[in-house]
Protein backbone atom coordinates (compact mmCIF):
# COMPACT_ATOMS: atom_id res chain seq x y z
CA UNK A 1 0.00 0.00 0.00
CA UNK A 2 2.00 3.48 -1.34
CA UNK A 3 2.04 5.78 1.61
CA UNK A 4 2.77 9.48 0.67
CA UNK A 5 3.52 12.46 2.69
CA UNK A 6 1.39 14.74 0.29
CA UNK A 7 -1.20 12.87 -2.04
CA UNK A 8 -2.32 14.27 -5.21
CA UNK A 9 -5.24 13.28 -7.09
CA UNK A 10 -5.23 14.94 -10.34
CA UNK A 11 -2.46 15.21 -13.32
CA UNK A 12 -3.18 18.53 -14.56
CA UNK A 13 -1.63 22.29 -14.27
CA UNK A 14 -2.57 22.33 -10.85
CA UNK A 15 -1.43 19.27 -9.50
CA UNK A 16 1.77 20.22 -11.36
CA UNK A 17 1.53 23.70 -9.49
CA UNK A 18 1.14 22.20 -6.46
CA UNK A 19 3.80 20.02 -6.57
CA UNK A 20 6.62 22.67 -7.46
CA UNK A 21 5.11 24.68 -4.40
CA UNK A 22 5.56 21.60 -1.96
CA UNK A 23 8.92 21.22 -3.14
CA UNK A 24 9.62 25.49 -2.58
CA UNK A 25 8.88 24.41 1.39
CA UNK A 26 9.44 20.33 1.48
CA UNK A 27 12.02 19.54 -0.61
CA UNK A 28 12.30 15.48 1.15
CA UNK A 29 8.55 14.83 1.97
CA UNK A 30 7.21 12.01 -0.57
CA UNK A 31 4.65 13.22 -3.33
CA UNK A 32 2.17 10.96 -4.82
CA UNK A 33 0.43 11.70 -8.05
CA UNK A 34 -2.94 10.01 -9.28
CA UNK A 35 -4.01 10.88 -12.72
CA UNK A 36 -6.39 9.90 -15.32
CA UNK A 37 -4.67 10.72 -17.81
CA UNK A 38 -2.00 8.22 -19.22
CA UNK A 39 0.21 11.78 -19.80
CA UNK A 40 2.34 13.50 -16.76
CA UNK A 41 0.86 16.94 -16.19
CA UNK A 42 1.30 19.34 -19.31
CA UNK A 43 0.30 23.16 -20.01
CA UNK A 44 -2.99 23.05 -22.03
CA UNK A 45 -2.45 26.68 -23.19
CA UNK A 46 -0.38 25.49 -26.25
CA UNK A 47 -3.02 22.95 -27.13
CA UNK A 48 -5.38 25.51 -28.58
CA UNK A 49 -2.36 27.87 -29.45
CA UNK A 50 1.29 27.68 -29.93
CA UNK A 51 1.15 23.74 -31.22
CA UNK A 52 -0.81 25.16 -34.10
CA UNK A 53 1.92 27.57 -34.63
CA UNK A 54 4.76 25.65 -34.96
CA UNK A 55 5.94 25.33 -31.22
CA UNK A 56 7.17 22.22 -30.78
CA UNK A 57 5.20 19.44 -28.53
CA UNK A 58 8.08 19.22 -25.75
CA UNK A 59 7.33 23.11 -24.82
CA UNK A 60 4.23 21.64 -23.28
CA UNK A 61 6.24 19.35 -20.49
CA UNK A 62 6.57 21.48 -16.79
CA UNK A 63 9.28 20.45 -15.17
CA UNK A 64 7.78 17.74 -13.12
CA UNK A 65 9.76 14.75 -13.64
CA UNK A 66 12.62 15.73 -11.67
CA UNK A 67 10.37 16.84 -8.42
CA UNK A 68 11.10 13.10 -6.74
CA UNK A 69 6.84 12.49 -7.65
CA UNK A 70 5.57 9.02 -8.13
CA UNK A 71 3.25 9.07 -10.51
CA UNK A 72 0.33 5.98 -11.11
CA UNK A 73 -0.55 7.29 -14.71
CA UNK A 74 -3.73 6.14 -16.50
CA UNK A 75 -5.78 5.31 -13.13
CA UNK A 76 -8.53 7.04 -11.37
CA UNK A 77 -9.05 7.99 -7.95
CA UNK A 78 -12.29 6.48 -7.15
CA UNK A 79 -12.80 6.54 -3.21
CA UNK A 80 -11.86 8.84 -0.50
CA UNK A 81 -12.10 7.69 3.05
CA UNK A 82 -10.71 10.96 4.94
CA UNK A 83 -11.34 9.48 8.32
CA UNK A 84 -8.94 6.65 7.11
CA UNK A 85 -6.36 9.22 4.82
CA UNK A 86 -7.06 6.50 2.29
CA UNK A 87 -7.80 6.54 -1.58
CA UNK A 88 -8.65 3.60 -3.28
CA UNK A 89 -8.33 3.85 -7.11
CA UNK A 90 -10.33 2.29 -10.01
CA UNK A 91 -7.86 -0.85 -10.37
CA UNK A 92 -8.19 -1.79 -6.56
CA UNK A 93 -5.09 -0.10 -5.51
CA UNK A 94 -5.08 2.24 -1.52
CA UNK A 95 -2.80 4.67 -1.13
CA UNK A 96 -2.49 6.42 2.40
CA UNK A 97 -1.57 10.03 3.13
CA UNK A 98 -0.31 12.70 5.53
CA UNK A 99 -2.10 15.47 3.33
CA UNK A 100 -4.58 15.13 0.67
CA UNK A 101 -5.10 17.73 -2.74
CA UNK A 102 -8.01 16.99 -4.75
CA UNK A 103 -6.80 18.62 -8.07
CA UNK A 104 -9.29 17.34 -10.59
CA UNK A 105 -10.60 20.34 -12.46
CA UNK A 106 -13.44 20.27 -14.94
CA UNK A 107 -14.78 17.86 -17.80
CA UNK A 108 -16.46 19.84 -20.61
CA UNK A 109 -20.22 19.92 -20.72
CA UNK A 110 -21.56 16.86 -22.79
CA UNK A 111 -24.02 17.70 -25.41
CA UNK A 112 -27.29 15.56 -25.64
CA UNK A 113 -26.30 13.78 -29.05
CA UNK A 114 -23.01 13.46 -31.22
CA UNK A 115 -21.52 10.71 -29.19
CA UNK A 116 -18.21 10.12 -29.85
CA UNK A 117 -18.53 11.92 -33.36
CA UNK A 118 -17.87 14.69 -31.40
CA UNK A 119 -14.82 15.57 -29.91
CA UNK A 120 -14.89 17.23 -26.98
CA UNK A 121 -11.17 19.31 -27.01
CA UNK A 122 -9.65 19.62 -23.53
CA UNK A 123 -7.04 17.45 -23.25
CA UNK A 124 -3.10 16.26 -24.94
CA UNK A 125 -5.13 13.09 -26.49
CA UNK A 126 -7.94 15.19 -28.13
CA UNK A 127 -5.03 17.48 -29.84
CA UNK A 128 -3.47 14.92 -31.57
CA UNK A 129 -7.35 12.97 -32.78
CA UNK A 130 -8.27 16.78 -33.83
CA UNK A 131 -4.42 16.71 -35.68
CA UNK A 132 -5.05 13.58 -37.22
CA UNK A 133 -8.54 14.61 -38.42
CA UNK A 134 -7.24 17.83 -39.56
CA UNK A 135 -5.12 15.93 -42.39
CA UNK A 136 -8.20 14.06 -43.69
CA UNK A 137 -11.11 16.67 -43.18
CA UNK A 138 -11.57 19.85 -45.19
CA UNK A 139 -14.76 21.11 -43.98
CA UNK A 140 -15.15 21.66 -39.76
CA UNK A 141 -17.80 22.33 -37.38
CA UNK A 142 -16.51 23.68 -33.48
CA UNK A 143 -19.60 24.03 -31.39
CA UNK A 144 -18.83 26.39 -28.75
CA UNK A 145 -17.83 30.53 -29.03
CA UNK A 146 -15.52 31.05 -26.03
CA UNK A 147 -11.34 30.98 -25.85
CA UNK A 148 -11.18 27.13 -26.63
CA UNK A 149 -13.81 27.49 -29.79
CA UNK A 150 -13.01 30.63 -30.96
CA UNK A 151 -8.66 29.27 -31.05
CA UNK A 152 -9.60 25.77 -32.30
CA UNK A 153 -11.37 27.50 -34.74
CA UNK A 154 -8.55 29.87 -35.86
CA UNK A 155 -5.96 27.16 -35.86
CA UNK A 156 -8.24 25.15 -37.95
CA UNK A 157 -9.11 28.19 -40.99
CA UNK A 158 -5.04 28.94 -40.49
CA UNK A 159 -4.49 25.58 -41.96
CA UNK A 160 -6.61 26.18 -44.63
CA UNK A 161 -9.86 24.22 -43.20
CA UNK A 162 -13.59 25.83 -43.55
CA UNK A 163 -14.53 26.10 -40.06
CA UNK A 164 -18.17 26.88 -39.26
CA UNK A 165 -19.33 28.03 -35.58
CA UNK A 166 -22.58 27.37 -33.71
CA UNK A 167 -22.81 28.95 -30.21
CA UNK A 168 -26.22 30.21 -28.43
CA UNK A 169 -24.87 33.75 -27.38
CA UNK A 170 -25.12 36.86 -29.70
CA UNK A 171 -21.15 36.79 -30.74
CA UNK A 172 -18.10 35.10 -29.90
CA UNK A 173 -16.59 35.40 -26.60
CA UNK A 174 -20.02 37.45 -25.00
CA UNK A 175 -20.59 35.34 -22.10
CA UNK A 176 -16.51 36.61 -20.57
CA UNK A 177 -17.45 40.04 -23.14
CA UNK A 178 -20.72 40.87 -21.43
CA UNK A 179 -19.94 44.09 -20.00
CA UNK A 180 -19.12 45.27 -23.87
CA UNK A 181 -23.32 45.13 -24.18
CA UNK A 182 -23.09 43.01 -27.00
CA UNK A 183 -27.10 43.08 -28.46
CA UNK A 184 -28.51 40.65 -26.55
CA UNK A 185 -26.64 40.49 -23.41
CA UNK A 186 -26.51 41.27 -20.08
CA UNK A 187 -24.56 44.52 -19.74
CA UNK A 188 -25.01 48.30 -18.66
CA UNK A 189 -26.93 49.38 -21.92
CA UNK A 190 -29.54 46.38 -21.58
CA UNK A 191 -30.32 46.45 -17.25
CA UNK A 192 -33.30 43.66 -17.68
CA UNK A 193 -30.47 41.52 -18.89
CA UNK A 194 -28.06 42.60 -16.07
CA UNK A 195 -30.38 42.42 -13.48
CA UNK A 196 -33.17 39.68 -13.86
CA UNK A 197 -34.85 40.53 -10.77
CA UNK A 198 -36.10 43.60 -13.04
CA UNK A 199 -37.38 41.77 -15.70
CA UNK A 200 -40.56 40.95 -13.80
CA UNK A 201 -41.31 37.95 -11.81
CA UNK A 202 -42.31 35.51 -14.41
CA UNK A 203 -40.67 37.17 -17.45
CA UNK A 204 -39.37 35.09 -20.19
CA UNK A 205 -35.83 35.85 -22.04
CA UNK A 206 -34.46 34.71 -25.18
CA UNK A 207 -33.91 30.76 -24.86
CA UNK A 208 -36.87 30.60 -22.81
CA UNK A 209 -37.81 29.59 -19.60
CA UNK A 210 -38.33 31.15 -16.30
CA UNK A 211 -36.28 34.14 -14.73
CA UNK A 212 -34.42 31.15 -12.11
CA UNK A 213 -33.79 29.16 -15.14
CA UNK A 214 -31.91 32.07 -17.57
CA UNK A 215 -30.38 33.32 -13.87
CA UNK A 216 -28.84 29.52 -13.93
CA UNK A 217 -27.82 29.58 -17.35
CA UNK A 218 -26.36 32.90 -16.67
CA UNK A 219 -23.54 31.65 -14.58
CA UNK A 220 -20.85 29.57 -15.84
CA UNK A 221 -21.02 26.28 -15.59
CA UNK A 222 -24.60 26.24 -14.34
CA UNK A 223 -26.34 25.15 -17.62
CA UNK A 224 -25.95 21.83 -18.08
CA UNK A 225 -25.20 20.00 -14.73
CA UNK A 226 -28.39 20.70 -12.91
CA UNK A 227 -25.94 20.26 -10.19
CA UNK A 228 -25.75 21.84 -6.44
CA UNK A 229 -23.05 24.31 -6.46
CA UNK A 230 -20.44 23.85 -4.10
CA UNK A 231 -20.13 27.54 -1.28
CA UNK A 232 -16.64 27.89 -3.33
CA UNK A 233 -18.56 28.28 -6.43
CA UNK A 234 -17.93 24.37 -8.12
CA UNK A 235 -20.41 22.57 -9.23
CA UNK A 236 -19.61 18.24 -9.31
CA UNK A 237 -20.31 16.49 -12.92
CA UNK A 238 -21.83 13.60 -13.55
CA UNK A 239 -20.65 12.50 -10.03
CA UNK A 240 -21.47 8.74 -8.89
CA UNK A 241 -21.57 7.57 -5.65
CA UNK A 242 -17.94 7.66 -4.28
CA UNK A 243 -16.13 8.76 -7.43
CA UNK A 244 -14.11 11.72 -6.67
CA UNK A 245 -14.47 14.51 -9.08
CA UNK A 246 -13.83 18.27 -8.52
CA UNK A 247 -15.41 21.20 -9.87
CA UNK A 248 -12.12 22.85 -10.56
CA UNK A 249 -11.07 23.41 -6.69
CA UNK A 250 -7.72 22.33 -5.19
CA UNK A 251 -7.50 22.24 -1.51
CA UNK A 252 -5.58 20.32 0.93
CA UNK A 253 -7.03 18.19 3.79
C1 LIG B 1 -7.23 23.92 -24.98
C2 LIG B 1 -7.16 24.75 -23.73
C3 LIG B 1 -6.55 26.00 -23.75
C4 LIG B 1 -6.50 26.78 -22.61
N1 LIG B 1 -5.90 28.01 -22.65
C5 LIG B 1 -5.84 28.75 -21.54
C6 LIG B 1 -5.19 30.03 -21.54
O1 LIG B 1 -4.69 30.49 -22.57
N2 LIG B 1 -5.15 30.73 -20.39
C7 LIG B 1 -5.70 30.26 -19.22
O2 LIG B 1 -5.63 30.93 -18.20
N3 LIG B 1 -6.31 29.06 -19.18
C8 LIG B 1 -6.39 28.31 -20.31
N4 LIG B 1 -7.02 27.09 -20.27
C9 LIG B 1 -7.59 26.63 -19.01
C10 LIG B 1 -6.50 26.00 -18.17
O3 LIG B 1 -5.76 25.09 -18.94
C11 LIG B 1 -7.20 25.29 -17.02
O4 LIG B 1 -7.72 26.29 -16.18
C12 LIG B 1 -6.24 24.41 -16.27
O5 LIG B 1 -5.76 23.42 -17.12
C13 LIG B 1 -6.95 23.80 -15.08
O6 LIG B 1 -6.04 22.89 -14.54
P1 LIG B 1 -6.49 21.86 -13.44
O7 LIG B 1 -5.29 21.03 -13.15
O8 LIG B 1 -7.11 22.57 -12.29
O9 LIG B 1 -7.65 21.00 -14.08
P2 LIG B 1 -7.63 20.06 -15.35
O10 LIG B 1 -6.84 20.65 -16.45
O11 LIG B 1 -9.06 19.73 -15.62
O12 LIG B 1 -6.86 18.76 -14.87
C14 LIG B 1 -7.44 17.86 -13.96
C15 LIG B 1 -6.80 16.53 -14.19
O13 LIG B 1 -7.28 15.64 -13.20
C16 LIG B 1 -7.63 14.42 -13.81
N5 LIG B 1 -8.66 13.79 -12.98
C17 LIG B 1 -9.95 14.16 -12.84
N6 LIG B 1 -10.58 13.36 -11.97
C18 LIG B 1 -9.65 12.45 -11.57
C19 LIG B 1 -9.69 11.37 -10.66
N7 LIG B 1 -10.80 11.04 -9.97
N8 LIG B 1 -8.57 10.62 -10.48
C20 LIG B 1 -7.43 10.94 -11.15
N9 LIG B 1 -7.33 11.98 -12.01
C21 LIG B 1 -8.43 12.71 -12.20
C22 LIG B 1 -8.12 14.79 -15.19
O14 LIG B 1 -8.04 13.70 -16.07
C23 LIG B 1 -7.14 15.90 -15.54
O15 LIG B 1 -5.96 15.38 -16.12
C24 LIG B 1 -7.07 26.29 -21.41
C25 LIG B 1 -7.68 25.02 -21.38
C26 LIG B 1 -7.72 24.25 -22.51
C27 LIG B 1 -8.36 22.89 -22.48
Given at each position: MPHYTYLIVGGGMTGDA????????????????????LHPPYNRPPLSK??????????????TDNQGVTCHLGRTAWHLEPQHKRVTDDQGTVYT???????????PQRLPFGGEEILYFRTLDD??????????GR?????????????VAAALAMNGKKV?????????GSRVFRHRNAPGQAGPENPQRANPERAGRHGRRRGGGT?????????????????QRHSCGC?????????????????FS
Open positions: AIHGIREVDRNGSIGLIGAEGLWKGDPLESIWPQFDKLLLATGVTYQRLLALMEQRFAVIGGGFIGSEVMAFPEAGIRREAQRRSRPGGWAHGGVPVHQPPGHIRGGGCGQ
